[in-house]
């Protein structure tokens, strides 16, 4: 008898053949129901809104073929990280075995000790991402969900240290590069570096590069040599690390630039991804980062590591704004574009350029505790506070934007550790990966609903130093307009999730 289906498993990709499946019959679908999931934005298109597109897709190239002895085959072709839900689907459709061939080239591996003094739940994610098994035999490559703070790099050097092969670690920013760098030597490790204007790679160790320089490699132009060695560098790692992993799964554009790069690592059958905030997106974008990397090893959250002393206990104040926002909407309520526009007439007047909410952030600066930082969206809005800022209190914040150095990055960073500098002004450039514990206060001038956003900036100040128990986190109940309400209670329900203690003033 046929085998019913064949998956020749790789490193990125995996090619499978299913007997029996026709993808206009519909019976394709019914195989893989449970991994097609809607595409966010799918109900803005003209497709969808002229019914000839039901917002469904999933990561699978698919064909079709029908033989001379009349069967029906398809032939899909899918990231490997979707591999246990692939073969899970199969089972249960045929409820029969096929045949699994195991592409990825793996070699014999006894794994080393470490000498990364890890708390015990950092040893318990570890010791379970590298024993994970499945129908293939060892399967090296998970999400390890562990919150800002919780010490996701020393894992990372943890999982080096008892696999050593040929690594990247891959960040996006020049400022993480020196950060990663200093966490791996701080063990022992030599790494070299590929980013902000160097090329200094190591082998056969650990390289950290910018996610940015990989999709130059992958990219015709620039320097030959360069381009040459960087190629040769990916597909000789073995083993490759995604620090703030949740970026494999950002935006459809943005996500298929980071598949692209987990892609290109041919011969790389480790793959880690880490992140504060794993799998809080869209389903189709959740799939887009279990396919680069794998499903979730571990969970380890902020709660988590405030009970265990950790982290600091965050105290949530909740502002409330004065006023009353009126704006009128015009144009169709079916247009996207006159929604946007009402949407940042709403944002300019409501937050970025409000003056009584502005005040309250100026006043919350200039009491302190001190070190404190103010993360706003856009460099607008913190000119606007900067001119309230003046007009108070006859005084301006250090600002660090997107256009900083990672050189005058690190020094704001170094002058706030000191105690030099007590007052910084941000936008989304520190909203990830940058560890200040000393800071006792965070103001989170910006509104939003993300949920990923909102535990990626907290996580500034949630590390813990000498003397500091607590952290002072200033939010806004925007009440003075029904979407920025909203928008406030969804984050006010994320503090509630966290566990967080909130007060109202």
Not at 85 to 93: G, H, M, N, S
Not at 159 to 174: A, E, G, S, W
Not at 418 to 445: H, Q, R
Not at 446 to 460: M, N, P
């Amino acid at each position: 008898m046929t085998p019913p289906y064949r998956m020749m498993v790789g490193n990125s990709w995996t090619d499978a053949e299913f007997q029996g499946v026709n993808v206009h019959s519909g019976s394709l679908a019914n195989l893989l129901n449970a991994l097609m999931v809607d595409v966010p934005g799918a109900k803005f298109t003209w497709d969808f809104k002229s019914g000839a597109w039901d917002g469904k897709a999933s990561l699978f190239i698919v064909e079709t073929e029908t033989t001379q002895q009349g069967l029906d085959w398809a032939y899909i072709k899918f990231p490997t990280g979707l591999f246990p839900l692939v073969f899970d689907a199969a089972k249960r459709w045929y409820r029969r075995s096929g045949i699994l061939v195991d592409n990825r080239w793996i070699p014999q591996v006894t794994l080393n000790p470490c000498t990364v003094p890890l708390r015990d739940y950092q040893f318990g994610a570890v010791s379970a991402a590298l024993q994970t098994n499945n129908e293939l035999g060892w399967w090296p490559r998970a999400v390890l969900h562990v919150a800002t703070g919780g010490g996701k790099t020393e894992m990372a050097v943890a999982i080096y240290q008892m696999h050593m092969v040929p690594t990247m670690f891959l960040v996006h920013r020049k400022d993480l590069l020196y950060q990663a760098k200093e966490r791996f030597e701080k063990y022992g490790i030599q790494v070299g570096i590929i980013g902000d204007g160097k090329f200094d790679p190591f082998q056969p160790g650990v390289t950290i590069s910018t996610m940015q320089s990989i999709i130059s490699a992958v990219k015709i132009g620039g320097d030959p040599t360069k381009h040459h060695l960087l190629q040769q560098l990916i597909m000789d790692t073995r083993q490759v690390f995604f620090d703030e992993a949740h970026l494999l799964a950002s935006t459809i554009d943005k996500g298929n630039t980071f598949v692209t790069i987990a892609s290109s690592f041919k011969n790389a059958y480790a793959r880690w991804g880490l992140t504060g905030t794993p799998f809080m997106r869209s389903a189709y974008d959740n799939m887009l980062l279990m396919g680069a990397t794998g499903e979730l090893a571990c969970s380890i959250t902020n709660e988590q590591l405030i009970e265990a002393g950790h982290l600091s206990q965050p105290t949530v104040i909740m502002r409330r704004v004065p006023g009353t926002l009126k704006l009128k909407f015009e144009g169709s309520y079916k247009s996207t574009k006159a929604g946007a526009k009402y949407w940042r007439d709403v944002e300019d007047k409501g937050i970025k350029f409000n003056d009584p909410r502005n005040e309250i952030i100026c006043q919350e600066v200039q009491k302190g505790p001190h070190p404190c930082l103010v993360l706003v969206k856009t460099i607008d809005q913190a000119n606007h506070i900067q001119l309230t800022m003046r007009r108070l209190f006859n005084s301006q914040l250090t600002l660090i934007t997107g256009d900083a150095t990672a050189f005058e990055r690190r020094n704001v960073v170094s002058r706030l550790r000191d105690g030099s500098l007590s007052m910084v002004m941000a936008t989304t450039i520190f909203d990830e990966g940058i560890d200040i514990p000393e800071l006792l206060k965070v103001i989170l001038a910006s509104g939003g609903k993300s949920q990923v956003k909102l535990l990626q900036r907290i996580g500034r100040g949630l590390r813990k130093a000498d003397g500091k128990s607590t952290v002072e986190i200033i939010d806004f109940s925007d009440t003075h307009h029904a979407m920025l309400k909203r928008h406030a209670d969804e984050r006010r329900a994320v503090w509630r999730e966290q566990g967080f203690t909130i007060l109202e003033q």
